[in-house]
């Protein structure tokens, strides 16, 4: 991928630029009057979105790595088309297909309001069909706005039917992860997967003291990570989604992952709005179902 095609093809003036992060990995640099954000063109990936007068409502490890095969650390991965480990088979790629492997950038646009609307792509190839028979269009349509607006299409372009979980695993930067709190969870059933994979029910706002790593089942649209320390809300919004994932790797964790810097799980949050566990989505041949989820940052 050539930066200056890209540039000629899919620059906005003013707005949409491309540059490279490192020799072959574009990076979609994205400014307008409500925010700037960034946007790996490799695993169509999110890994900045900053409202004008805010902090990032992402986090991005200062040790990420930029290489084909190894997941990016921080911002929105993407999990597709099954979250976690495969369900039958553990030779393949946790997470799916879709977060370690070049998409492509598919439109830019100024929409009516002054939002920016990126489109990436992805479609079968030999090494998906590898892992993942199927012939598919993947898209994920990022506006930044007022509020980040992601929304993840999937099209079955193929002539038998296929089932799907999915999760957009994204990382919210937090002040102190001991002071914040998880709201609209309440009731709610969850998969403990740090306590042998125990159904359990979350009683009141979930707070962070040690691994945390939750399946949560029937979710409101609505969630909001409370950030004491940062003095802001962050408002996660759904559409089309009844699964959260909680996760925070904590200490011990931490250490074994070679691209998160020790100290950094205090200060990042995964809440992930995905459809996964018993929620399993078929899509049939010719349809398409599409996954939302929106977030914007308010002041305490
Ligand atoms: C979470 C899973 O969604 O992703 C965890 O529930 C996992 O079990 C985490 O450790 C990170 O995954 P990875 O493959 O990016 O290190």
Redesign the pocket.
């Known amino acids: 991928m050539d930066i200056q095609q890209l540039n000629q093809q899919f620059g906005i003036e003013g707005s949409v630029s491309f540059t490279e992060e490192r020799a072959g990995f574009p990076i979609i640099e994205i400014t307008n009057e409500f925010a700037t954000a960034a946007i790996s063109v490799y695993a169509a990936h999110v890994i900045s979105y900053k409202p004008v007068g805010a902090e990032d409502l992402m986090y991005l490890s200062e040790d990420v790595v930029y290489k084909v095969g190894t997941?990016v650390?921080g911002g929105v991965?993407i999990?597709w088309p099954w979250?976690?480990p495969h369900p039958t088979d553990s030779s393949k790629p946790?997470?799916g297909v879709a977060r370690k492997t070049f998409w492509e950038v598919a439109s830019t646009e100024t929409t009516p309001e002054g939002a920016t609307r990126v489109v990436l792509k992805l479609t079968d190839s030999p090494e998906s069909r590898e892992k993942w028979d199927y012939s598919f269009e993947l898209a994920i349509a990022v506006t930044i706005g007022k509020t980040l607006n992601l929304e993840l299409i999937t099209r079955n372009t193929g002539d038998k039917p296929f089932e799907i979980t999915q999760?957009l695993?994204t990382y919210f930067k937090i002040g102190a992860v001991d002071q914040v709190k998880v709201t609209g969870l309440d009731g709610c059933a969850y998969i403990d997967?740090v306590d042998g994979a125990q159904v359990k029910t979350q009683a009141g706002d979930v707070a962070i003291a040690s691994e945390v790593?939750r399946?949560y089942s029937d979710v409101p649209a609505e969630l909001t990570i409370v950030d004491p320390a940062l003095n802001r809300n962050i408002v996660i919004t759904s559409k089309n989604s009844t699964t959260a994932?909680v996760?925070n790797?904590w200490i011990e964790?931490s250490k074994t992952?070679g691209d998160l810097p020790n100290e950094d799980y205090k200060q990042m949050i995964?809440v992930?709005t995905a459809n996964a566990a018993k929620e399993i989505i078929t899509v049939e041949p010719g349809s398409e179902f599409s996954l939302v989820a929106q977030y914007h940052s308010e002041s305490l």
């Open positions: 997941g650390r991965p999990c979250f976690g946790s997470h999760a695993h997967k790593d399946v994932i996760w790797p964790k992952m995964c992930e």
